[in-house]
């Protein structure tokens, strides 16, 4: 659980070292926004949902059923990157 809290803070940092790094200044006010935007919509959503799930399953359940689905959303996200990054490197 305290390594959830811990990635769960550092998040934001390592959007930011990101965008600095990968977005242009013209662009990156809107990327924030829409960031923002999206992450509250998802909230909004997930929120009742995993309350849901807790009461259906328990709360250990749930915990390792949001991981599983985590590292489902964020693998392909993670290695599109990663190719992303390889080819630009090429150039």
């Known amino acids: ?4 809290f811990l990635v769960a803070s550092y998040k934001d ?6 965008l600095q790094k990968e977005i242009s200044n013209e662009e990156r006010s809107t990327m924030l926004s829409t ?3 999206l992450t ?3 909230v909004g959503i997930t929120m009742p949902l995993g309350g849901y799930a807790i009461d259906v ?13 985590t590292l489902i959303v964020a693998l392909p996200g993670w290695l599109l990157y990663k ?6 490197q090429v150039l």
């Open 35 to 37: 960031y923002s935007f």
């Open 40 to 42: 509250f919509i998802i």
């Open 57 to 69: 399953f328990g709360i250990k359940n749930t915990l390792i059923l949001l991981a599983v689905l």
């Open 83 to 88: 190719k992303n990054q390889n080819t630009s």
């Open 1 to 4: 659980m305290l390594l959830l």
């Open 13 to 18: 940092q390592i959007l930011l070292i990101l």
